[in-house]
């Protein structure tokens, strides 16, 4: 098979002292001190690529393939759907599976609802929103992919992660590596770039995602390797990593409505997804293209599943409000329960410009329907919910982890 050549890594020698971390022994610290190599990322701006046949035209079908969903999505869920659409919730869940911090974070619909309007206690939800939050910042910065675009979507995730707050926006200024050890770079599976090289190294990647002679879709998996072999941040590489190419498919036109759960087919099979990264870093991209191309494919189909389930959710709700009068409130509130399927009365008002009588009867209009159901029993901080919604999530969660 073919391969894509792609310029291979350079690697400098240096020498590791450790440090206790409190835990270790003497002895462990001591076999953790010694030479090491760390990357040295070669240039990618002038990259020229070779597609093998059978590689360009994989890549093209799939890019194909997530711009008929975004048409169809926008066709079924029609063009007033907030910004991320559907996918909101179960996108940015599992935009959060492969960082080494929360790799096995899970947070349902309804708890992530409940923390987008402030109603959740769960710390992991509050780490979630955020993610949703650096996707919002990607999507919004889409038009000038620039290194502070990419500091913007980092500082969103790490504002709510407690004790990373130092780092979020900035550059690190650390060895990082990926390995075992957390003390030492000393056999670890990459060893990303000494920090004084990350500036350069960025500018040029931004230099190579500005570029508009390449196919977008092996634009997108190069630059995505690129970043994670740069390893820019102390953390939250992996997830601004994927936030990044979001926000390259809409500036390329690929997405133009919503967002297709890309990271969703990556992630169902991480032992191929890292094996691709090793070998772009080795100096072939075709890995990481067909992973990409799977992965588009994947978030496409899929994709076009949960918009026909949510869109059943939001016809039933439409049938169940028959008779009420055109003007009424409630029928403004319907296709923001997809995105919102956890709403109080705050929410319609800044959503939906409604002032608090009008947000309050829209909800006694739609509880009536039996569109939505109050759970909390409180006379103050008083929630609905869309059961339905939160279920055809959950469910399509579930079955990306079985996956």
């Keep these: 098979m073919e391969t894509l050549p792609v310029p291979g890594l350079g690697y400098e020698d240096h020498t590791w002292v450790a440090e206790s971390d ?11 001190s010694g030479p090491y190599r760390s990357a040295v990322v070669p240039d990618l701006a002038e990259y020229d690529p070779r597609l093998p046949a059978d590689l360009a035209a994989d890549a093209e079908e799939a890019t194909s393939a997530l711009s008929r969903f975004d048409a169809y999505a926008r066709s079924v869920l029609g063009v007033d759907s907030p910004t991320l659409g559907p996918m909101s919730s179960i996108l940015l869940r599992t935009e959060s599976t492969s960082s080494s911090q929360i790799e096995n974070l899970t947070v349902g619909a309804r708890q992530l609802a ?24 990607a999507l919004e910065l889409a038009d000038q992919l620039d290194e502070q675009a990419v500091l913007t979507m980092q500082a969103e995730l790490l504002h709510a992660q407690p ?39 960025m500018a040029d990647l931004m230099r190579f995602m500005r570029r508009d002679d390449l196919p977008v879709l092996v634009q997108a998996a190069i630059a995505h390797a690129q970043f994670e072999t740069i390893h820019p941040f102390a953390d939250g590489n992996g997830r601004t990593g994927r936030a990044i190419v979001h926000a390259l498919l809409r500036a390329k036109g690929v997405l133009r409505s919503t967002t297709a759960p890309v ?71 319907v296709p923001h329960l997809v995105a919102h399927p956890v709403v109080n009365a705050n929410l319609l008002t800044t959503t ?18 039996g569109v939505l159901e109050e759970r909390t029993g409180k006379q103050r901080n008083r929630v609905w919910q869309h059961l339905g919604i939160i279920e055809v999530l959950d469910v399509y969660a579930q079955h990306l982890r079985r996956t």
């Design 163 to 201: 004790g990373w707050e130092q780092h979020a926006g900035r550059y690190r200024d650390g060895l990082v590596w990926v390995g075992t050890s957390s003390i030492s770079p000393r056999g670890a599976s990459h060893v990303a770039p000494q920090p004084e090289q990350v500036p350069a190294a």
């Design 263 to 333: 990271s969703a087919g990556l992630l169902k099979d991480t032992d191929g997804y890292f094996d691709a990264l090793t070998a772009y870093r080795a100096g072939d991209a075709r890995p990481i293209v067909e992973r990409f191309s799977d992965a588009s494919r994947f978030a496409a189909f899929s994709g076009a599943q949960l918009v026909d389930d949510l869109a059943a959710q939001v016809d039933d709700a439409r049938q169940r409000l028959t008779g009420l009068r055109p003007q009424a409130a409630a029928w403004r509130v």
């Design 352 to 369: 939906l410009g409604l002032n608090q009588m009008a947000a309050q009867r829209a909800l006694a209009q739609l509880t009536d329907a």
């Design 114 to 137: 409940l923390a987008e309007i402030g109603q959740s206690t769960s710390g992991n939800a509050q780490v979630v929103v955020a993610n949703v939050r650096a996707m919002e910042a």
């Design 22 to 32: 409190g835990t270790s022994s003497r002895a462990k610290i001591s076999a953790a």
